[in-house]
């Protein structure tokens, strides 16, 4: 079966993110001033306002802090509605991402999960979380 996941928007402020997850890294950026870390990625660090900035690599390791099920209007190019969950990441930024191999009854709040990539219809690579084994 091919993928169907729509491909990610790409900005000149996302591409090392994107570019990360095409090699099965979750990258992160902190501004090179004051050490912020910052999701999403954005030109400026809303702390100290620095446009140096630095990429790093993220454990990948979090923990779900709340979840949804799109239902109306059936969300575009998944042939089941993913779960949508906010992922609170060790290192203290969050990420709205998907979760995947699990079953909607056996997700808790506080379940500690790990990033894992999905294909998309284009051929690239989004970040998803399953359930720590």
């Known amino acids: 079966m091919s993928a169907t996941r729509p491909d990610p928007i790409e900005t000149p402020d996302t591409a090392f993110f994107w570019a990360g997850a095409a090699r099965g890294e979750l990258l992160g950026l902190r501004c090179a001033e004051c050490g912020d870390l910052q999701h999403p990625p954005r030109p400026m660090c809303p702390r100290c306002f620095s446009t140096r900035r630095e990429e790093l690599k993220l454990s990948g390791r979090g923990r779900v802090l709340t979840w949804i ?32 191999d699990v079953a909607p009854g056996a997700i808790t709040p506080g379940m500690a ?12 690579a989004v970040p998803v979380f399953r359930p720590v084994r």
């Open 69 to 100: 099920f799109p239902r109306h209007p059936a969300p575009i190019g998944f042939a089941e509605p993913p779960i949508v969950a906010l992922i609170d990441l060790e290192e203290g930024i969050r990420l709205v991402s998907n979760l995947v």
């Open 113 to 124: 999960v790990e990033v894992s990539f999905a294909a998309t219809a284009g051929g690239r």
